[in-house]
């Protein structure tokens, strides 16, 4: 068989290239942490929720956990090279079986991530357009942001990210704006810190408080599955993911904080359970004028829709890398001849999402608690188990070669991430069914790992069949556009050269 040419099979499956500097990487992993979204709703839910005081003080543990996974993870990025994120890192330490096990997971996950944010957005906006005295059901809404997300995906990536950058820079001044308003405005007239205390840390409500805590933070590896576009993306990656998790954590803090401040630790759990997500508007708009209260509510709804906007890249881009590989059919590997967008897989995600977001809308579903709460708690789960099992898979890739990684990058940290990620995770799993607001008897608390661990082993069964019937396409899985020009260089080989051979120097057949 005569050697084929590889270059125009990888020019119609390759993303825009050198499109994305550090800041819009970062843009895109803080959109969707969505940390104006976490404030208003998540912190005044686990106050109320929860009661404790401890609120800040776990939310910088948290970030803590995750710059030690983060540590390790983007060591990885400077040697892999992939839109594939999770699915191809795993697949370069723990095996190609399990990482296509993996992706199984990675497209459910953040996928239902996604369409669950259709729900709080169609639901905020509902709300305000209310307010203005128009009469909006939150699937028209919906419908809207949906529109607008569908089109964005097709389009530049960069394009996006300027959207980003403009919705996040006005999120984050508005945040500023209030957390200084509550902290100049204490209970008793006296700033305290005691709600950074860390005794409350040792108390047995700890495991829900990391658990809710860590929810907020999920959006924040997106970083990571834009690498094939970012400039320089060695370093891109590493410094925008860094950047993303302690940006995050920084401000749902310090913003936990300044309402425990305004209100008094020992009453910020009574005023956030009666006012739940307006808990901060209620306790700014004594001190500001009104049109900034406005602002603020119009503002939580772009950032919803900044969320929207990183997640849909994140699967559009897993799809591609899939397709790329041929754990997908081909046609999901090809972007727009264009813009340089994932084609198939931004079509994908829409489509999906719109009957989604149909069906619940003809149901008529209540869209905080079955669109909203609901699938985002069962995404976060899915991205929960990915960073588990890829923090095992960075320990296991730098195990084998450091790759002139120090210690403390390549083994120490990782260890330590993992750890710490299986206690939250088991944490996760055991009150599973209290983070849906299930009864105890609802198959509901065990259902959802359950279909989890059934389409991972999809994913191993599946990957077995492609090792058997296609070791030239099982050899390329985790490796992106290199491992997919070396497997095309080598269609000279035989059938049989490539089942005894099928990645050649490039490391052992997992």
């Known amino acids: 068989m005569a050697r084929k040419d590889p270059e125009p099979d990888i020019i119609t499956k390759a993303l825009a290239k050198n499109r994305l500097g550090v800041p819009s990487v970062v843009f895109f992993g803080v959109a969707g942490a969505a940390p104006l979204t976490v404030i208003i709703g998540s912190i005044s839910a686990i106050y109320a929720i929860i009661g404790s005081t401890a609120v800040p003080i776990v939310y910088l543990v948290v970030a803590g956990i ?24 795993i697949s370069h330490g723990l095996g190609r079986v399990i990482g296509v096990g993996a992706a199984f997971v990675a497209l459910p996950a953040y996928s239902l991530m996604q369409i669950g944010l259709f729900g709080l957005f169609g639901s905020a906006a509902s709300g305000i357009l209310g307010a203005m005295g128009f009469t909006v059901s939150w699937y028209a809404c919906a419908l809207v942001a949906w529109a607008l997300v569908a089109i964005l995906g097709l389009l530049w990536v960069d394009l996006s990210g300027r959207v980003l950058a403009v919705l996040l820079v006005a999120e984050i001044s508005i945040v500023l704006i209030y957390d200084l308003v509550m902290v100049a405005n204490p209970a008793g007239g006296e700033v305290t810190f005691s709600p950074f205390s860390p005794a409350p840390l040792i108390t047995p409500v700890v495991g829900s408080l990391l658990v809710l805590a860590i929810a907020g933070f999920v959006g924040f590896e997106a970083t990571v599955v834009l690498s094939e576009e970012a400039k320089d993306p060695k370093r891109t990656i590493a410094r925008a993911t860094h950047w993303a998790v302690g940006l995050a954590g920084l401000m749902c803090a310090v913003s936990a904080w300044a309402m425990a401040v305004n209100t008094g630790p020992q009453n910020i759990a009574a ?19 009104g049109f900034l209260v406005d602002i603020g509510y119009v503002l939580f709804m772009t950032s919803v829709f900044a969320a929207l906007l990183a997640f849909h890249a994140a699967v559009a881009r897993y799809q591609f890398a899939l397709g790329r590989e041929g754990v997908l059919p081909a046609a999901w590997g090809r972007t727009h001849p264009r813009t340089g967008a994932p084609l198939l897989g931004s079509i994908t995600q829409s489509v999906l999402a719109v009957a989604v977001l149909s069906a619940y809308a003809a149901a008529g579903a209540e869209p905080l608690v079955f669109v909203f709460a609901w699938l985002t708690t ?3 789960l899915g991205v929960l188990i990915l960073m588990w099992s890829a923090s095992a898979a960075v320990i296991a890739f730098f195990v084998r070669n450091r790759r002139g990684e120090n210690a403390w990058r390549a083994i120490i940290a990782p260890l330590l991430a993992f750890l710490m990620l299986s206690v939250v995770l088991a944490a996760t799993l055991i009150g599973f069914g209290e983070l849906l607001q299930v009864s105890g008897d609802s198959p509901f608390q065990w259902l959802i790992p359950v279909l989890y661990l059934a389409v991972a082993g999809l994913g191993f069964v599946w990957a077995l069949i492609m090792r058997a019937a296609r070791p030239e396409v099982y050899a390329a899985i985790g490796r992106g556009a290199d491992g997919r020009v070396s497997i095309l260089s080598d269609m000279s080989a035989t059938p049989k050269q490539l089942h005894a051979d099928p990645i050649g120097a490039r490391g052992s057949y997992h």
């Open 66 to 89: 995750l710059s030690l996974f983060t540590v390790g993870f983007v060591a990885m990025s400077r040697h892999i090279v992939n839109s594939g994120a999770f699915y191809s890192y």
């Open 271 to 289: 005023v956030a359970a009666e006012h739940k997500t307006d808990l901060v508007f209620t306790l700014v708009s004594p001190h500001l004028p």
């Open 378 to 380: 069962i995404g976060g």
